[in-house]
């Protein structure tokens, strides 16, 4: 009988192995499937180096060494994780049907573009897609919500657009769903989710009222709405809807009406961002009964009110962040008991008051900024003592004063210091030295005094402008070789620039203008350096400039104006493409122009007036498209001026005069649309004027006085209706003034036409339509007949200028300050320049006025100038009566004339007459 039974055994294993053959053929097979389609989508990325370990292999080793590949015990691909590899390419490449048993695939991270493939969904066993941070477009694959496995779906950060679809929400199994940083729109519709804790869909295109199908997922712990366009109220309801919270962002949309209270009942609720909205009705006070909270953020509302004191309350607070939110009270002296708070920030508001000592008691402060507000009086020592964690300390743009505290040097951890733009008085401390992490510091616009202290650690910003520092720049300054940015504009300081300033390898921006330095700039200054910013403006600076300051041929901003710098320019300007502002005036630089510079496409503004300059105007200057001004006064450049020069279309200002040029303008200069201001005075020009051009023209003040011009007045000024300033004095014109000139150009506030010229016949009585003229100069022609009655109604020079010469040089000081104190919250973004509203830098409309016997400019002050001079014409007639109701006039000269009758008796009313000239 035993033989049976081992017959039956062995019948039994036989049938037992032919049927594992199939199994283990398909298992096979899968192997292989995965194998050629892995290698596959890697060929199809370009075979990148990340992985490289992907090689034709056995299916163990497909398991054990690839990259990123897990298997499951039967051999099967069952994740595959390549974050963060640089992965460039797409996922059309990748056989989804190739990998049954996949459960996560993790792609985060790379640079993977073009769209997700619809054929994901044949992934069937995924519960973990995560395709965030990469270049993705196109839309989301509504076969994506056929994953009913799917867990955990990531698709943030990449360039995915249309609407949302809403197969997603009947993913049965979802928990986690981020589909933040794209350009999707709201879904058509969009069911309930009862599975999902973390929602995330911030920074896209989805707007209208808060969203109905979020507040039906009750089991959201973490929701994250911002940056997108939703509008109206916070729901009331959201505390019954979503009672789980833990964490809510709505920040930067467009909610508004008040924060509810009801907010109070999310009992687990830790952070709370709804900056960046319309929310009004200020602070409200239950805030303060939410114990739990550790994130509070505000900010961005017109919230308006005063900064509760129960906010004191939250022991558990660690950010708070009400800035920009029209908060109007005194900082609370219960914040002091935040003991756990690291960062606040309440700038941007009307806070008044003191910095209180008590907020010592924020023992863990990290970021502390109350910037753009009222705040007044010290600041107090005992917070830098007592704050050990302590890296950012921001209180710019208040009014404090005081000295600045040395316990500054107990914060060891300082990286970032800003006092700028308050009432600080006293000297740098020399504790700040010892701050060994400090980064940034920024102590411009106060009234410091003394000198700059020798050492400041490791800095890489560095401002001190605007105060009052002097002494010498301390050679020790060659010791800070992180430094990026020095900017000490706008002192006293005095004594030549030290050697050891070439040792700053990283330096990119140098501000010393306006100042008292003087002697040469060390020779190897911009040895191997990228500067971008260098300003040696207004000071006595002299010799030659180095030779390789712009080496690097990063230079984008220099300027050396009003010094007494001389020799050639550095060679290596020319190749500076880069350059956007220039300015060399007021020098004793020769060289030839033409050399000095070469192709400058993006070159704004370049001035080089007042200098030794010779040479041509180079044809590559109708490359410079960017161009915005262009001043090269007071030269030696020659020769004719070419009809290239027509192609700077951006060009508003230009000022050729007192050079040597010659030739005729071309005639194509008044097709320059943008052009605003020309001046051309003082050359050998000579030639007639266009007849007329075939539009508007948008020059305000034109001056092409002392050259060799002739024809009669130029009929083309008709259409320059915006003129406000002409003169055309010292030149070879002739013939009657136009009727029109009272019509066409009515704006006209000085109008300049002596000496030289031939102008005859009588002055036409339209010109007293010139309601703004406050400056007529007609002396040295062949005018005849009457003074016309009619400048009785010049209304410009009838009524007394309100505004002193003293009021307005101060109002100028207060707007050069205003300028800088506008500015920035780091040295970076608020780079200064000279001002070009100061004395040396102005750069106003000009002329030139016979003024109490000798001739004189007036720039700065020319709209404070009322005057007419009509000497040395043919007028016969008597001085009209009206001429005493311009009660604004400071000067009148009628001398040399043919004049009969009487002077008005009430002439002596003019009473700001400083000239009066009559025979």
Excluded at 130 to 142: F, K, Y
Aim: hydrophobic fraction near 40%; charge should be negative.
């Amino acid at each position: 009988m035993a033989r049976p039974a081992g017959r039956l055994a062995l019948t039994v294993t036989f049938l037992l192995l032919l049927a594992t053959v199939p199994e283990a053929s398909n298992a096979a097979a899968t192997s292989h499937a995965q194998t050629d389609a892995l290698l596959a989508w890697k060929s199809s990325l370009g075979d990148p180096h990340a992985l490289s370990t992907w090689t034709d292999a056995t299916a163990a080793s497909i398991c054990t060494t690839w990259r990123g590949v897990a298997c499951d015990a039967a051999g099967r691909v069952a994740s595959l994780r390549l974050r963060g590899l640089s992965l460039a390419g797409g996922l059309g490449a990748l056989d989804a049907a190739a990998f049954p048993g996949l459960a996560a695939l993790d792609l985060n991270g790379n640079n993977l573009a073009g769209p997700i493939p619809a054929s994901l969904s044949r992934l069937r066993a995924l519960d973990t897609l995560d395709l965030g941070s990469n270049g993705l477009d196109g839309t989301i694959p509504p076969q994506i919500g056929d994953l009913s496995g799917l867990v955990d779906l990531r698709l943030y950060n990449n360039n995915l657009a249309g609407a949302i679809p809403h197969q997603l929400s009947k993913l049965p199994k979802i928990v986690h769903l981020d589909l933040g940083s794209n350009f999707l729109t709201n879904p058509d519709k969009f069911d309930p989710m009862p599975t999902v804790a973390f929602l995330s869909l911030y920074l896209n295109y989805l707007n209208g009222s808060f969203p109905e199908f979020v507040l039906r997922s009750g089991n959201v712990t973490y929701l994250d709405l911002s940056q997108n366009g939703y509008s109206g109220p916070i729901p009331d309801v959201l505390p019954e809807r979503l009672p789980n919270l833990r964490w809510l962002n709505l920040s930067a949309n467009a909610f508004s009406g008040r924060i509810p209270a009801s907010l109070a009942r999310l009992t687990s609720l830790q952070d709370l961002h709804v900056g960046g909205n319309n929310l009004t009705g200020g602070v409200p006070d239950f805030l303060g009964s939410m114990s739990q909270l550790r994130v509070l953020e505000l900010g961005g509302n017109p919230l308006g009110g005063p900064l509760p004191r129960v906010l004191g309350r939250l022991k558990m607070l660690q950010h708070l962040d009400v800035n920009n939110a029209g908060l109007v009270s005194t900082l609370p002296p219960e914040l002091g008991s935040l003991t756990n708070l690291e960062s606040i920030d309440l700038s941007g508001n009307q806070l008044s008051g003191s910095l209180l000592a008590s907020f010592a008691g924020m023992q863990k402060m990290r970021e502390f900024g109350v910037s753009s507000n009222n705040l007044t009086g010290e600041i107090p020592g005992r917070l830098f003592a007592s704050w050990p964690e302590l890296i950012s300390f921001e209180v710019q743009s208040n009014s404090l004063t005081g000295k600045i505290p040395p316990e500054v040097g107990k914060a060891t951890k300082l990286e970032f210091l800003y006092l700028f733009s308050n009432n600080l008085t006293g000297s740098i401390p020399p504790e700040l030295g010892e701050l060994a992490n400090l980064t940034e510091l920024d102590l411009s616009v106060n009234s410091l005094t003394g000198p700059i202290p020798s050492s400041f650690g490791s800095l890489k910003q560095l401002a001190l402008f605007f105060n009052g520092l002097t002494g010498k720049i301390p050679p020790e300054i060659g010791n800070m070789t992180a430094l990026q940015v020095l900017d000490v504009n706008t002192n006293h300081l005095e004594g030549e620039l030290p050697s050891t300033i070439s040792s700053l390898r990283n330096l990119q921006y140098l501000a010393l203008f306006d100042n008292n330095l003087s002697g040469t700039i060390p020779s190897d200054f911009g040895e191997g350096l990228a500067l971008t910013d260098v300003s040696f403006a207004n000071n006595s600076f002299s010799g030659e400039l180095p030779r390789r300051l712009c080496e690097g041929l990063a230079l984008q901003n220099f300027t050396a104006n009003h010094n007494n710098f001389s020799g050639e320019l550095p060679p290596c300007l020319r190749y500076c493409t880069g350059m956007y502002r220039l300015r060399l005036d007021q020098n004793n630089f020769t060289g030839d122009l033409s050399e000095a510079f070469g192709v400058h496409p993006s070159l704004y503004y370049l001035d080089v007036s007042g200098n030794q300059l010779t040479g041509r105007l180079s044809l590559d200057w109708s490359q410079y498209s960017s161009l915005n001004t262009l001043i090269i006064r007071g030269n030696h450049i020659s020769g004719n001026i070419g009809a290239s020069f027509c192609s700077l279309s951006s060009l508003m200002s230009l000022d050729l005069s007192n050079n040597q040029l010659s030739g005729e303008l071309p005639g194509c200069w008044w097709n320059l649309q943008s052009l605003e201001f020309m001046d051309v005075s003082g050359n050998i020009f000579s030639g007639e004027f266009a007849a007329s051009a075939s539009y508007d023209l948008p020059l305000q003040s034109l001056h092409i006085d002392n050259n060799n011009f002739f024809g009669v007045f130029p009929p083309i000024i008709q259409k320059c209706k915006e003129l406000r300033t002409l003169d055309l004095g010292d030149n070879n014109f002739f013939g009657n003034i136009p009727s029109w000139i009272g019509t066409s150009v009515q704006l006209i506030r000085v109008l300049r036409l002596r000496s030289n010229n031939n102008f005859s016949g009588i002055i036409p009585s339209e010109l007293s339509l010139l309601s703004d003229l406050h400056l007529l100069d007609m002396a040295n022609n062949n005018f005849i007949g009457s003074i016309p009655r009619s400048f009785g109604n010049l209304s410009s020079m009838k009524q007394p200028e309100k505004a002193s010469m003293e009021s307005f040089q101060k109002h100028d000081i207060h707007l050069q300050l205003a300028l800088v104190q506008e500015s920035r919250v780091s040295v970076f973004s608020r780079k200064t320049e000279p001002d070009p509203q100061s004395p040396k830098d102005q750069y106003r409309d000009r002329i030139n006025i016979f003024w109490k016997g000798n001739e004189q400019t007036f720039q700065r002050t020319i709209e404070f100038v009322t005057g007419i001079d009509l000497s040395n014409n043919s007028f016969s007639d008597g001085i009209p009566e009206e001429i005493v109701y311009l009660q604004g006039l400071r000067f009148l000269n009628l001398s040399r004339n043919n004049p009969s009758g009487s002077i008005p008796e009430r002439i002596g009313m003019l009473s700001l007459l400083e000239s009066l000239v009559l025979y």
